[in-house]
């Protein structure tokens, strides 16, 4: 079960890799949501933050924090955001919360990215959390054809758009053994727009609560 007080702690621990003068890459979620709380006592000594969804954009502007766009900024010291699930080597399955994508942007735009949860999102292998990915709306029968045939039991998560005007299949009934190499698989398949495992890129840090992983 998810817990309240970790998240909020590791939101509160992950300001201190805040420098002054920094563009803040923002992710999005439950966690992050303490972090901006936090980040709004800084937001004098920072130029601003690139955020990854609406909903995040909406939490910054309404404290006063300056959101920036990515294109403008270029590449960014530092991105945190939460996730669904953390393995030991810091790989990531993200995207509950339908961000995946934007998430995904900024985290390679990002020279370090700082992962905050609380300890019921550690696994040692990753799946039992359903992945989401995100597909173009015509591509949804399709990419769920491709994972069956890859073992997996496709949900397609009706009602829900992304940011992007797109759709997400979450894929049940994976133990995925090789992250890296799914991800490059399913990169591979035309409409798929982002898959929600950050394993070509973990995460650099891992905050489970205020504890570094
Ligand atoms: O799309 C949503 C994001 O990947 C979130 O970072 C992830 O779902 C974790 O959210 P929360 O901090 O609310 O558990």
Not at 7 to 12: D, H, L, N, S, T
Not at 86 to 96: A, P
């Amino acid at each position: 079960m998810s817990n309240a007080n970790e998240k909020r702690q590791a939101g509160e621990a992950a300001i201190r890799y805040v420098e002054d003068g920094a563009i803040v890459g923002v992710g999005t979620g439950s966690t992050v949501a303490y972090f901006i709380d936090a980040l709004a006592d800084l937001k004098d000594r920072i130029q601003g933050a690139v955020s990854s969804s609406e909903q995040s954009t909406a939490h910054l502007k309404r404290l006063g924090i300056p959101v920036l766009d990515l294109n403008a900024t270029g590449p960014l010291s530092l991105y945190v955001d939460g996730a669904d699930e953390c393995d030991t080597h810091k790989r990531l399955i993200k995207g509950g919360g339908a961000a995946l994508t934007r998430e995904k942007i900024v985290a390679e735009a990002s020279e370090k990215f700082i992962c905050i949860i609380d300890s019921s999102k550690q696994v040692d292998l990753l799946g039992k959390f359903p992945l989401p990915i995100e597909v173009i709306p015509m591509a949804r029968s399709l990419i769920g054809r491709e994972i069956v045939k890859r073992g997996g039991q496709p949900v397609w998560r009706d009602g829900v758009v992304t940011d992007n005007g797109n759709w997400i299949i979450d894929v049940h009934g994976w133990q995925i053994v090789d992250p890296v190499a799914l991800e490059n698989d399913l990169n591979q398949l035309p409409g798929i727009v982002a898959v929600g495992l950050f394993a070509r890129r973990p995460a650099d840090v891992v905050l489970v609560g205020d504890r570094v992983m």
